[in-house]
């Protein structure tokens, strides 16, 4: 897994191939609050500590003592109520820098289902390696990695017929592609057997052993997998009460007079002694290694971490890298450009959508089935004026149910992916605004495939006027309120977790339902609410709908009673206050909620992702 020289690359990538094998972290007195006010709780305590390059080092803990607090600030994912400061070889860290030097993997493979790994793979290549790299450079890059991590028989596989280990392979995987110098993985092997997690604790020393500095949390090992690290931390209420190799454990708790039974497992040990079953020695433990200020070894006693690290050589070359990566960020802060990233991710969404059966083919066939049930119950009604008002309840309700199929997928499907888009934008493989775009642009062929055959099955079923031109009006009105129905559901999927979106959605729709002006007459409603006319997309959806069909010279319609008062439609369009509508006003309104619930959807998973920090 060699970092691939290309023309673009070549100076940066010497550099860094320089200072792999030296860059560590290093961190001092860091203290971490939730919350402000009354309701705050001190999660970490001035702790310190070292963690080198090359070594595979586990950070250990009970439930609740601050080991995932830690692991979040060192890696850039929280810095809000931190303080402390953090080192990269005895110069500050400068986090944005940082971040583009290291990736982020958690507990939970937040992985898109419906992609095979070579597929996945292959995207994540051509993010993470950028334009310089050729084809053939990037498919040897790729079978290099999938060989390391044992997936050479799953290429083909999708990631929902993976295993837990597979998956957690791949997850490390996709961030090798530009070889971070710093690897954080929050809890590698919950949910594996013991035979996956060895095999992943494996991997992740191999990677170490290549010049990374890889740091994971872990929660109770056993003791052949507490082996596989070169280095421990151990935190229990928020201090570090020991710092140091994994065969100097025993020993060091052993000058307190904590004794480790005989063949039994030194992290159950040491979880019971953090936890406070051989009484309140924490104190004790975390005055031994000074917070993790110094290391234990048991051959050279206690070790000052610092001194041990942060050498002038050292300092001076993360300082050029960093005066480097500056100067390259100003130029370019992502491998791809914008347009490839959105070719890349277009692609790759366009698998995802295909392949999941309620984004297409169980909305394929609503439309359908939906479309003729409607043109049975209206059955050539559009051109008889004594079924005027039945006539009129068809073109209401299409409009509910155009908005309601396009807004609920959304809604159901968006939330899943926010994890996956905050683990690859964090780990910087794109830009939120391109993911974005390309989310927009997958989706729109569908709002606009469905919506015709919709339209077309209950138009001709329910005998409306036969005119191009008015078909051509009534459609583009369907697909304008099918995009609305669209940005809705990006909007309720941004801000909302799956069940609270499913809930709302429908419940906030019920106001622009009632002031669409097919319940109640425009004029009718009450001066102080009129205002909730003109924000109802309804309103727009159904003027326009009605303008289609009835406005523009259409000649009396059929009557098959003996008398039929609304024969005439510009009695029908006055009786619906429609008279003075403009139909190009319907669709530049819905096309000003296009815009709006968009750039509102963009606006509010940008502050979600940021929430998650």
């Given at each position: ?100 030097q290291s990736a982020y993997i958690e507990q939970y493979d ?202 002038e050589e050292n300092r001076l070359k993360y300082t050029n ?104 934008h964090q780990n910087h493989w794109y830009s939120l605004k ?180």
């Amino acid at each position: 897994m060699d970092v691939i020289e290309t023309p673009e690359r070549c100076a940066l990538a010497t550099k860094e191939s320089q200072i792999n094998m030296s860059l560590g972290i290093t961190f001092h007195d860091v203290c971490y609050t939730a919350e402000k006010g009354k309701k705050a709780k001190n999660i970490l305590h001035q702790m310190s500590g070292t963690f080198k390059s090359g070594q595979l080092t586990a950070i250990l803990g009970p439930s609740g003592a601050g080991k995932s607090s830690l692991m979040n600030i060192l890696s850039g994912l929280k810095t809000k109520g931190v303080d402390g400061r953090i080192e990269i070889s005895g110069v500050e860290r400068d986090l944005k820098m940082f971040c583009k030097q290291s990736a982020y993997i958690e507990q939970y493979d937040h992985l898109l289902p419906h992609l095979s790994v070579e597929e996945y793979m292959d995207a994540a290549a051509r993010l993470k390696l950028g334009k310089g790299v050729s084809d053939d450079e990037r498919k040897s890059k790729i079978e290099s990695i999938v060989k390391t991590l044992g997936l050479s028989s799953s290429k083909k596989t999708r990631i929902s017929c993976l295993s837990g280990g597979e998956r957690k392979r791949l997850s490390i995987g996709l961030e090798l592609f530009d070889d971070p110098s710093f690897l954080f993985l929050d809890e590698p092997t919950s949910g594996l057997d013991s035979s996956s997690s060895l095999q992943c604790v494996g991997l992740l020393r191999e990677i170490a052993r290549r010049g990374r500095t890889v740091v994971t949390t872990i929660h109770q090992p056993n003791s052949h997998l507490l082996d596989h690290f070169d280095h421990l931390y151990i935190v229990a209420g928020g201090s570090c009460i020991y710092q140091g190799p994994v065969k100097s454990l025993v020993p060091y708790l052993q000058t307190f007079n904590l004794q480790c039974p005989k063949y039994h497992n030194p992290a159950d040990f040491v979880m019971d002694v953090a936890s406070g079953d051989y009484g309140d020695v924490l104190p004790q433990l975390v005055c031994g290694v000074d917070n993790g200020r110094l290391i234990y070894n048991e051959s050279s006693a206690l070790l000052c971490t610092a001194d041990s690290l942060d050498t002038e050589e050292n300092r001076l070359k993360y300082t050029n890298l960093e005066d480097h990566g500056t100067n390259k960020s100003k130029q370019l802060s992502y491998a791809m450009p914008f347009h490839n990233q959105v070719a890349i991710l277009l692609e790759r969404t366009w698998r995802t959508i295909w392949r999941e059966k309620m984004l297409t083919k169980v909305r394929f066939a609503t439309h359908v089935v939906f479309g003729i049930f409607f043109g049975l119950v209206y059955q050539s009604v559009g051109n008889d004026a004594g079924a005027v008002l039945n006539n009129i309840g068809l073109l209401y309700f299409s409009l509910v149910f155009i908005v309601f199929t396009s807004a609920m997928p959304t809604v159901v499907t968006f939330p899943l992916e926010r994890r996956v888009v905050f683990r690859e934008h964090q780990n910087h493989w794109y830009s939120l605004k391109a993911y974005y775009f390309a989310k927009l642009l997958v989706d729109i062929p569908f709002q606009i495939v469905f919506p015709t055959v919709f339209l077309a099955i209950f138009y001709l079923m329910s005998n409306q006027p036969m005119s191009m031109d008015r078909f051509s009006m009534l459609l583009c009105i369907t697909i304008c309120i099918s995009l609305v129905g669209q940005g809705i559901g990006l909007v309720a999927g941004a801000v909302f977790d799956i069940q609270s979106a499913a809930f709302l959605a429908p419940v906030c729709a019920i106001p622009f339902l009632l002031f669409g002006g097919f319940f109640i007459n425009l004029s009718a409603i009450p001066s102080y609410l009129s205002w909730m006319t003109y924000v109802s997309f309804f309103r727009y959806g159904f003027e326009g709908s009605m303008l289609s069909i009835y406005d523009y010279n259409r000649p009396p319609l059929n009557c098959s009673q003996p008398y039929c008062h609304y024969r005439l439609p510009d009695k029908l369009l006055e009786k619906y206050d429609m008279a003075d509508s403009s139909y190009y006003l319907c669709i530049v309104g819905m096309l000003v909620y296009f815009v709006v619930l968009r750039l509102a959807g963009y606006v509010f998973l940008r502050l979600k992702l940021k929430s998650m920090h």
